[in-house]
């Protein structure tokens, strides 16, 4: 059964850090593509970053230059390290798994909160 | 990237059909049959409802299908039963030059 497991969110200030990972049982993650979604209080769902199963990173343009998206394949974890954090970077943030040769949102993690405030 | 652009809010009765709409343009949903479609209940993860314009995930019931034209895809639910009510999105493939998706703004369906 595949699994998503997000963790590492919580109160940030402006300016501040954070790294998220989102932890998968029953698959490889090197072996698909992945992706980070965000969804703002209230708001919709707003595609982040991907990683293809070759490696290859790409970001939205709200987020590139701050976010960086990685992964470790000994722990089949996947990763978002955020930098430069701001008021507008306030969302619930799911991993979400895709296909070997693509993405589209096959499986979620339950997400986990980022509240970036003074 | 703009976002796509779907109705705020659809309804319908139990037992009727409605169609979501998702219209985007050439550069995304009207380039690449790579639409997919998300059902989300309130305080829940996404699920996916539809993969590749028209493709149902196994275990999605087939009261759900989707279809494109041109700039636009849309999502049709038949025989409407209460816990179709959900906040619904679509999502594209937006080219690869950017290698980036975009969601719609999502629509609120009501089960009346």
């Known amino acids: 059964e595949v699994q998503l497991v997000e963790s590492g969110g919580g109160l940030v200030q402006p300016g501040g850090s954070l790294r998220l990972s989102c932890a998968a049982s029953g698959f490889t993650v090197n072996n698909y593509f992945m992706s980070w979604v965000r969804q703002a209080p209230g708001k919709g769902l707003e595609w982040v970053s991907v990683?293809?199963?070759?490696?290859?990173?790409y970001y939205a343009d709200s987020v590139k230059g701050r976010f960086s998206i990685t992964r470790d394949n000994s722990k089949n974890t996947l990763y978002l390290q955020m930098n430069s954090l701001r008021a507008e970077d306030t969302a619930v943030y799911y991993c979400?798994?895709?296909?070997?040769?693509?993405?589209?949102?096959?499986?979620w993690g339950q997400g986990t909160l980022v509240t970036v405030s003074s | 990237q703009s976002a796509l652009t779907q109705p705020a809010s659809v309804s319908g009765s139990p037992g009727q059909s409605i169609t979501i709409s998702c219209t985007g343009t050439s550069s995304d949903v009207g380039n690449y049959n790579y639409v997919s479609w998300y059902q989300q209940h309130p305080g829940k993860a996404p699920k996916l409802m539809i993969c590749?314009?028209?493709k149902r995930p196994s275990g999605v019931s087939d009261r759900f299908s989707g279809s494109k034209s041109g700039n636009t895809a849309s999502l049709t639910i038949s025989g409407l039963q209460a816990e179709d009510e959900a906040d619904y999105y679509c999502?594209?493939?937006?080219?690869?030059?950017?290698?980036?998706?975009?969601f719609g703004g999502g629509t609120k369906l009501t089960v009346l």
């Open positions: 999502c594209s493939y937006a080219g690869s030059k950017s290698h980036n998706w975009v």
């Open positions: 590749d314009v028209s």
């Open positions: 990683i293809f199963s070759v490696g290859t990173t």
């Open positions: 979400s798994r895709g296909t070997s040769s693509g993405w589209y949102g096959a499986d």
